[in-house]
T-cell receptor
Framework: DAGITQSPRHKVTETGTPVTLRCHQTENHRYMYWYRQDPGHGLRLIHYSYGVKDTDKGEVSDGYSVSRSKTEDFLLTLESATSSQTSVYFC????????????FGEGSWLTVV | RKEVEQDPGPFNVPEGATVAFNCTYSNSASQSFFWYRQDCRKEPKLLMSVYSSGNEDGRFTAQLNRASQYISLLIRDSKLSDSATYLCVVNRNTGNQFYFGTGTSLTVIP
């Protein structure tokens, strides 16, 4: 158990509404990540953070923003949700010896209707 | 070319069979290698790290071949409970970036 909690776990929202997913970790890890996973595409990096207020884009960052105001919390925001953002979203941290092992939260299932 | 490539399968094998998965990676600067298991509608979970010397955990054996840039996972005496998707993951420690295969689906049949 890497001490990662995602919320909400399931959400249905309407097109055009803003949505924020929260990732909370309890073990003071420096690196945190947001991925989405879709059939045929595998895990794709949306954004990641390497410290408080330090974030960078991944390969599928369009339409998403992130914030990390505290070490333990990494927020993913969909400014105006679209149906193409229906997916499962996984938060992750880099932990283990040397911080080179990735551990995932349980996922947040988002449906945009 | 993708950073990490896996045969997506599916692999359907009878109980007790031995099954092997391979994964290739494109960047020779990759430093850490892993196999993860993902059950349906669950998060990926670390199965085992992969070392150049090879490593074994019960029925599971992982190998790394740096010269050919591939990693492998061997599952012996397959159980029904081994049915899952297996992901290979590569870490280029610089900047702590992880790269994922799309996963190989395994179904063990009674």
């Amino acid at each position: 158990d890497a001490g990662i909690t995602q919320s909400p776990r399931h959400k249905v929202t309407e097109t055009g509404t803003p949505v924020t997913l929260r990732c909370h970790q309890t073990e003071n890890h420096r690196y945190m990540y947001w991925y989405r996973q879709d059939p045929g595409h595998g895990l794709r990096l949306i954004h990641y953070s390497y410290g408080v207020k330090d974030t960078d884009k991944g390969e599928v960052s369009d339409g998403y923003s992130v914030s990390r105001s505290k070490t333990e919390d990494f927020l993913l925001t969909l400014e105006s949700a679209t149906s193409s953002q229906t997916s499962v979203y996984f938060c992750a941290i880099a932990g283990g010896i040397g911080g080179n092992t990735i551990y995932f939260g349980e996922g947040s299932w988002l449906t945009v209707v | 070319r993708k950073e990490v490539e896996q045969d997506p399968g599916p692999f359907n094998v009878p109980e007790g069979a031995t099954v092997a998965f391979n994964c290739t990676y494109s960047n020779s600067a990759s430093q850490s290698f892993f196999w993860y298991r993902q059950d349906c509608r669950k998060e990926p979970k670390l199965l085992m790290s992969v070392y150049s010397s090879g490593n074994e955990d019960g029925r599971f054996t992982a190998q790394l071949n740096r010269a050919s840039q591939y990693i492998s996972l061997l599952i012996r005496d397959s159980k029904l409970s081994d049915s899952a998707t297996y992901l290979c993951v590569v870490n280029r420690n610089t900047g702590n970036q992880f790269y994922f295969g799309t996963g190989t689906s395994l179904t063990v049949i009674p």
